[in-house]
């Protein structure tokens, strides 16, 4: 497809990323791979396909800065962010045609499930407030998903099969105009290993009066989580919650941060006493810990007001507005 760029980050992704690239080949579009230090067979797989361009990194540098790698490497006016484990099934034009319209920074399509059901409360979210975010942090939101406040959050009043502009398209199948990429200086390396790196550049491309816009007719077919759940559970709960309160610390408000901090202690301390009874206390202690300090700095340093982001792409712009 001529104009369009595919830009994926893989991480032992070897099961995942064959069918991947082959839906993407067929689009004939460019294809970037960067993958973050896999120890399977990643390599060996994304190499199989001619056409597909590998960038190796020799250690993980994390999402965010893997796919500014990739999409750096890209020449295309728009670029396809795509997971190694969503399918393209059509509709690429159509996001395209979404990205034509000029104040339209990033477009994403629908996603399903094996079954072909639409991944609801994924595939579309609203920028989470400090609220939806102690919600999510406590579990309230798991046992009682229909709140108010996580219906909202997570559009699960949208219809998925229309058209719409949204605030945050999921970053596994969202089409970027490079242009607003470059000038919104990529993705924050700071959101590292992974998690809420798309959230700020959605939430940065709106507040520079950019669109972001829902395109059914675009579709993949994804299985969710495939490097997340390769994770050991402390580890996986310390990325996540660092790169929660960092998205805090940038994004919200002081009183939405205080929601949002305490939450995270709230938690911490529950699941450090879980973890002692677990048999896993010194483990525990030493992650839920980190990520009490890492809540009391995001509440004493104040609204951060930008994220590290690569040298090379730093914003060289001014604010759009509609």
């Known amino acids: 497809m001529r104009g369009v760029g595919i830009a994926i980050v893989t991480h032992n992704s070897e099961a995942e990323v064959g069918a991947c690239l082959d839906a993407a080949l067929a689009s004939r579009a460019e294809i970037v791979v960067v993958d973050n230090a896999s120890t399977d067979q990643t390599r060996r797989e994304v190499l199989r396909r001619a056409g597909v361009r590998l960038i190796g990194n020799p250690w993980n540098r994390g999402f965010a800065a893997a796919a500014n790698q990739a999409i750096d490497a890209l020449e295309q006016p728009y670029v396809l962010l795509l997971n190694p484990d969503a399918v393209p099934l ?179 301390v529950v699941r450090a006493i879980m973890g002692i009874f677990l048999l896993r206390g010194r483990q525990a202690l030493s992650v839920h810990g980190r990520i009490i300090r890492l809540a009391a700095r995001c509440l004493v340093s104040g609204r951060r007001q930008g994220g590290r982001l690569s040298p090379a792409y730093q914003h060289q712009g001014g604010s759009r507005h509609r």
């Open 90 to 268: 059509g509709g690429l034009g159509a996001l395209v045609e979404a990205l034509s319209e000029r104040w339209t920074a990033a477009a994403g399509g629908k996603l399903v499930d094996e079954l072909g059901r639409p991944q609801a409360g994924f595939a579309v979210r609203r920028f989470p407030s400090g609220l939806a975010l102690a919600l999510e942090t406590l579990g309230v939101n798991r046992l009682w998903p229909g709140n108010p406040v996580n219906r909202r959050y997570r559009c699960l009043d949208l219809n998925l099969e229309a058209a719409a502009e949204v605030e945050q398209p999921a970053g596994a199948f969202m089409m970027i105009r490079r242009k607003v990429w470059q000038e919104l200086g990529g993705f924050d390396e700071l959101f590292h290993p992974l998690w809420f790196e798309d959230v700020d550049f959605c939430r940065r491309a709106r507040e520079a009066g950019y669109r972001l816009r829902y395109v059914p007719s675009a579709v993949a077919r994804h299985r969710g989580a495939h490097s997340a759940g390769k994770l050991s559970p402390l580890d996986r709960q310390l990325y996540w919650y660092d790169s929660l309160l960092k998205y805090a610390a940038k994004h919200l408000g002081l009183a939405a941060r205080w929601v949002t901090c305490l939450a995270v202690v709230l938690r911490s």
